[in-house]
């Protein structure tokens, strides 16, 4: 998985290099997400050009995308919708436990009818509607179709999901389709049409990690939240256990009215408290503060004078040629001509040098610069034992 997500981050990485740089230093990330997924299981998704059908593969996909999501994403929330009939039916409520959506998904789903991108656009806005401001309302589609059936102006229900500040993106799986681009477009949103299996795959997992925000259109508030306990398991421990008043052990209590919720994160049904644990606030942190960008260094600006300064493990200071800081690898200009030295990127903080693979590493799965980190524990170092009083 690990080595996967990071051939993924070398090909985002590298399509941006290409790509005109973005102003990183004013925008963000939600770490707190409410996403309505919309599986389009239509007469269309029974077609076998993608194998074994479009509807079988898409679920496998959102399997995927589930797990992914809830990686990246421990304090949001998500539900799965789909599109038969000429109807919007929902197979999940929001919730932040990856396991109830996946169980969905595997007990098997019929195609067939007609799509109605408007039904669904209508149930995933209404039900966007009780998220609290400081939640991020995004919409994702699967789109497995050509056309779609609706009981009215699609247009004016595009318009409500606007005024809702609600991001639909549509992944489709056929040829481009005008009015998923007016969705997309209006509400800010992204289109991406696969042109296969493993393409479909890759456009699905984009909507993973948290969209970036400008700072400006964020506001600033403060969200109580409650750290609730562990409830002991076994038949002495049994209670009502959520919304649903499931009689059964486990779960976890609130800490404002001592009701038991399910999973976690969550919202207290008794009194409306958000309930996380704290590690799922601690893999939140980086989406808040983000890795600055590093900067591309030309083979030029290299010199072998630089080497003892850019790494601190003593063992390897004396090597010859420039290091990166995180893998030790040489990124000094090769004599050969056959061996091309690389992409080599510094942090503009500690201006350490890093080759392009610990780059990817540090940006997509890291979220910490190893050299900036060093630094700051130096000078904590440092700074205790001026504090220390000799005898």
Do not use: W
Request: proline share 6%; hydrophobic share 35%; glycine share 6%.
């Amino acid at each position: 998985m690990l080595a996967t997500r990071l051939h993924a981050g070398c090909e985002r990485r590298a399509e941006s290099k290409a790509a005109a740089p973005l102003e990183c230093s004013c925008q963000c990330a939600h770490p707190a997400r409410d996403d309505q997924v919309v599986l389009d299981m239509s007469r269309a998704a029974s077609m076998t050009d993608m194998r074994p059908n479009r509807g079988a593969m898409m679920i496998q996909i959102l399997q995927l995308f589930v797990r992914e999501f809830f990686d990246q994403n421990p304090l949001s929330h998500l539900s799965i919708m789909m599109l038969r009939n000429g109807r919007a039916e929902r197979l999940t409520e929001l919730s932040g436990s990856p396991e109830a959506h996946i169980s969905k998904l595997k007990e098997g789903l019929d195609a067939g009818g007609n799509a109605s991108l408007q039904n669904g656009l209508d149930l995933a806005v209404s039900a966007l509607k009780s998220v609290p401001p400081y939640g991020h309302r995004e919409v994702l589609m699967l789109f497995a179709g050509l056309s779609t059936c609706d009981p009215g102006n699609i247009l004016d229900t595009v318009q409500v999901a606007k005024q809702q500040r609600v991001r639909v993106s549509i992944v489709g799986l056929a040829a481009e389709v005008h009015i998923c681009r007016v969705i997309t477009e209006e509400t800010g949103g992204i289109y991406s049409v696969g042109m296969s299996d493993k393409h479909v795959e890759e456009c699905v997992m984009d909507h993973a990690p948290p969209p970036p925000t400008r700072a400006s259109g964020a506001g600033a508030s403060l969200v109580r939240m409650g750290f609730p306990q562990k409830a002991a398991d076994g038949p002495t421990a049994v209670a009502f256990v959520g919304a649903d008043c499931l009689l059964q052990s486990g779960g976890f209590t609130c800490p404002r009215c001592k009701a038991r919720v399910l999973d976690l994160p969550s919202t207290c049904h008794v009194c409306g408290l958000t309930l996380v644990s704290s590690s799922q606030l601690a893999r939140s942190y980086h989406h808040l503060f983000p890795v600055k960008p590093f900067v591309e260094v030309s083979s030029n600006d290299l010199s072998v004078q630089d080497s003892i300064s850019q790494t601190s493990v003593p063992c390897f200071q004396e090597l010859p040629g420039v290091h990166c800081h995180g893998c030790l690898s040489d990124l000094s200009a090769s004599e050969k001509e056959d061996q091309d030295p690389g992409v080599v990127l510094q942090c503009s903080d500690c201006k350490h040098l890093f080759c392009f693979d610990c780059d990817v590493y540090v940006h997509e799965s890291l979220h910490n610069c190893p050299g900036c980190e060093a630094s700051s524990s130096r000078h904590h170092d440092v700074d205790h034992d001026d504090m220390m009083i000799p005898d």
